[in-house]
């Protein structure tokens, strides 16, 4: 599956426009490759997420086209959080 498609279905991300554009800037890594919007995830891969002023570090337990709501969570396990460091 996409990465851009995962991060929508998985409610990581809202919108996968969003998800696209995070991949494309390079804040998205699979597995600590920096990863494009088209790049595929696997099961027990390891994503980390650069949003504004922290880091989210989850891994891929399932994939699915579709999910509802509630169920999302179930697609990922969040392995840190952690706030961006910035050199002042």
Excluded: H
Excluded at 30 to 40: E, F, P, Q, W
Excluded at 51 to 80: C, P, R
């Amino acid at each position: 599956m996409r990465i851009d498609k995962f991060l929508k279905v998985s409610r990581l991300i809202k919108r996968r426009t969003v998800a696209k554009e995070l991949a494309d800037q390079g804040r998205v890594t699979i597995n600590d490759v920096v990863a494009k919007a088209g790049s595929t995830v696997q099961v027990g891969d390891k994503l980390a997420i650069r949003f504004g002023q922290k880091t989210v570090v989850a891994q891929v337990m399932g994939l699915k086209e579709t999910v509802k709501k509630e169920d999302a969570s179930d697609l990922y396990k969040i392995l840190s959080e952690e706030p961006i460091q910035r050199d002042e």
